[in-house]
């Protein structure tokens, strides 16, 4: 893969691995649920802030790069 999409993984993946630890607390157990809750807020802020605007930006490059290559199908 390129650069750009390297880049915009690492991203996605450290989000990805950030929330994804303190669910297993709260799912073992672990985890108040008003600390569930702040965490969801805390998902919410990095949606509004920037988050799946990366996912989506990430995803039509990787359409347009598949596009390129010819590996989409045109039906």
């Known amino acids: 893969m390129d650069e750009y ?3 915009h993984l690492t991203r ?3 989000f990805m691995a950030y929330y994804s ?3 297993d607390s709260a799912l073992n157990g672990h985890m108040t649920e008003i600390k569930l809750a702040e965490l969801f807020s805390g ?3 990095s949606f509004d802030n ?3 605007d990366d996912v ?3 995803e039509k490059y990787l359409y347009a790069q598949a ?3 010819g ?3 045109h039906e």
């Open 5 to 7: 999409t390297n880049n």
């Open 12 to 14: 996605i993946q450290g």
């Open 21 to 23: 630890s303190y669910i």
């Open 43 to 45: 998902m919410i802020v």
């Open 50 to 52: 920037g988050f799946l």
């Open 56 to 58: 989506r930006e990430l």
């Open 67 to 69: 596009e390129k290559k």
């Open 71 to 73: 590996e989409l199908d």
